[in-house]
């Protein structure tokens, strides 16, 4: 018989302050967007949006999980369909989900989203409410836990910062 101990926790103690807001608004956003949780994700991506540079954050979480789903790169048919999927599943719980700022996000994280050809591009506080959505649905495919990518996403923003 498996051990059924309660899963453990990720705490973000060790990282500086506004680290640790994005850390912990961004798992409260995305584990109310797995449960499809309107009530709870609503005030979260509020939050989240409040979280300065959370967009860097999930997009460094975003690419890595098309990475890993996608380990020999992404066409425009992989691109459409993680869009499509994400949109119909968010839709059924989240009557706000908007294609366009989840195409932006999809773009932005594989580097070719260019914020000046775009005549509408969407703000923080729209990345915020919609990146928990992508993410969420991303990580049905991996099955591992967001901690885990929310842990790399940082550490590259840190190695990025350092190389600056």
């Known amino acids: 018989m498996l051990c059924h101990a309660d899963p453990v926790m990720t705490t973000w103690r060790h990282l500086p302050a506004p680290a640790r807001e994005i850390a912990e608004t961004a798992t409260d956003a995305v584990g109310a967007a797995q449960a499809r949780d309107a009530e709870t994700y609503a005030p979260a991506v509020e939050r989240l949006a409040a979280a300065d540079r959370s967009g860097l954050?999930?997009?460094?979480?975003?690419?890595?999980?098309?990475?890993?789903?996608?380990?020999?790169?992404?066409?425009?048919?992989?691109?459409?369909?993680?869009?499509?999927?994400?949109?119909?599943?968010?839709?059924?719980?989240?009557?706000?989900?908007?294609?366009?700022?989840?195409?932006?996000?999809?773009?932005?994280?594989?580097?070719?989203?260019?914020?000046?050809?775009?005549?509408?591009?969407?703000?923080?506080?729209?990345?915020?409410?919609?990146?928990?959505?992508?993410v969420a649905d991303l990580l049905a495919v991996t099955g591992r836990p967001f901690a885990e990518y929310l842990t790399a996403a940082f550490a590259e923003v840190a190695r990025t910062e350092t190389h600056d």
């Open 57 to 134: 954050v999930l997009g460094g979480v975003v690419r890595l999980l098309l990475e890993e789903g996608h380990p020999d790169g992404l066409d425009g048919d992989d691109v459409r369909q993680v869009l499509e999927q994400c949109v119909r599943s968010a839709a059924a719980w989240w009557p706000d989900v908007d294609p366009h700022v989840l195409l932006v996000l999809l773009a932005g994280a594989l580097g070719v989203y260019d914020p000046g050809d775009d005549e509408n591009p969407p703000g923080p506080a729209a990345v915020a409410r919609h990146a928990p959505l992508l």
